[in-house]
């Protein structure tokens, strides 16, 4: 145990001082075999072994499938129709936010994705209507968690394989709490900007052009809104796996972009393939590094003695489970989503099953507090992110963010920890 503490701690310093998270990683799995006196290499096709699955190739083609959506502008069109609803309304523009950002999520599983294609249109959009720019920047920060809970997730698939757990399941864990954290977010928008004098907002349609408006906006949207549905009906039908799904959504992407809606030039096409490149071989050396030192800790029994070395803390249930909440909180803010899903697969399940946890329960608390983490300072990874995409200083976000947290996310975690039936309702329709 002690020598997977020098490790981890060489780890969380690299991560500290910005050193890329995969390296970081690799080192702390290197220092780890070397610590041992094991080989490293005796690991790796192990590691090897895992990230060339056929479930994580669903990574890649959704990674590819969101980029390529903001890039041809069906982002911008799913706006366009949510905003024809409540658009008009004061505090409108920041329910579009939030509902977009969920739908987005329903297609490409990626919160930095969510924040790039959603936030670089709208915080604009609402600074100029007068909305103060921190409230703006602080919802799109929030919203964009809604893309890691409501399937398909990345992180769901990573942790679904790291269990050896239905992918299927694993998305539904989280599907529910992710629309009622949706639904909070809209209340509390509306509730903050209710005094705000500052915000513009234009007249009201009549009825019959408010219809007009939503038909017109929901007939150029509508190939972008029927991409959820058939990517998540294709999964939960049992017609596709979430990798064929995946398949499905790059291929219906490339379609509509380039040939219906003609927005998606072969530039633009290859300029995004090699983002879209590059974050998948980010996440792929952050998995197999992860999995050659997960490999290490499972023979040096770390989990079986770090479990026993929780529950010696309390044998009470409740105490346990707050405990494992504030650990994944705080992995959440050290490391990304992914990675901190394959830690609390490794360190964190043997302690849930001794307390009788289900394992798509524990999927939907580790999906909620890694969210959660990401967007919690001191690091909060997505909450600086969005600061990048829309040019705002901290200072200037950081609290409207902590009132969504404190007021939306917090309790949803609580919710999702303490009430199973919350998060296992829509997997259980599976059996």
């Known amino acids: 145990m002690s020598l997977f503490l020098i490790a981890t701690a060489l ?21 780890f075999g070397w610590l041992q006196g094991i080989d490293i290499s005796f690991h790796a096709g192990f590691g090897y072994t895992q990230v060339s699955t056929f479930s994580l190739l669903a990574i890649p083609l959704f990674i590819l499938s969101g980029t390529l959506m903001g890039a041809s502008g069906i982002s911008e069109r799913l ?33 930095s994705a969510a924040i790039a294609a959603i936030g670089k249109i709208m915080v604009p959009r609402m600074i100029d209507e007068g909305y103060p720019p921190g409230h703006a920047t602080a919802l799109v920060a929030v919203s964009s968690v809604l893309a890691l ?13 790291a269990i050896r757990e239905s992918v299927a399941k694993a998305f539904l864990s ?16 509306f509730y903050f900007l209710r005094n705000n004098k500052t915000i513009r907002v234009e007249d009201k349609l009549p009825p019959k052009e408010a219809v007009a408006l939503i038909g017109r906006t929901g007939k150029r949207a509508s190939l972008a809104i029927i991409m959820p549905v058939i990517i998540l009906g294709g999964i939960y039908s049992g017609i596709a796996t979430p990798t064929e799904a995946g398949s499905i959504a790059l291929v219906y992407t490339l379609a509509v972009g380039m040939l219906i809606y003609r927005t998606l030039p072969f530039r633009t096409l290859f300029e995004s393939t090699v983002e879209a490149a590059r974050l998948t071989g980010a996440i792929l050396m952050i998995l197999f590094f992860l999995f050659v030192m997960s490999r290490g800790m499972v023979l040096a029994e770390i989990p079986t003695k770090f479990a026993e070395m929780l ?66 300072p001191p690091t909060a990874p997505l909450l600086y992110m969005a600061g990048g ?15 969504f947290l404190l007021l939306g996310h ?19 329709l599976l059996d």
């Open 149 to 161: 809970m409501i399937p398909p997730s990345i992180p769901m698939i990573v942790f679904a394989v």
């Open 174 to 189: 989280t599907m529910l709490p992710g629309i009622t954290l949706a639904i909070i977010y809209c209340a509390l928008n």
């Open 11 to 31: 780890v969380i310093v690299l991560l500290f001082i910005e050193v890329p998270v995969g390296l970081a990683f690799g080192i702390g799995a290197l220092a």
């Open 410 to 428: 917090v309790p949803m975690v609580l919710l999702v920890t303490f009430v199973p039936e919350f998060s296992l309702f829509l997997p259980g």
């Open 311 to 376: 529950l010696t803390v309390s044998d009470n249930k409740i105490v346990i489970l707050l405990l494992i909440n504030l650990l994944l909180l705080i992995m959440g803010m050290i490391v990304d989503d992914v990675s901190g899903g394959i830690l609390a697969a490794i360190i964190l399940l043997p302690v849930v099953q001794e307390i009788g946890v289900d394992p798509i329960h524990f999927a939907a608390i580790v999906g909620t507090n890694l969210g959660l983490g990401n967007i919690t």
């Open 79 to 111: 706006l366009n129709f949510v905003n024809a609803f409540v658009g008009r309304t004061k505090g409108g523009l920041g329910a579009v936010t939030v509902v977009t950002c969920a739908l987005f999520g329903a297609i490409s599983g990626s919160a």
């Open 389 to 403: 995409v829309t040019g705002q200083p901290l200072a200037t976000y950081i609290g409207p963010t902590m009132k």
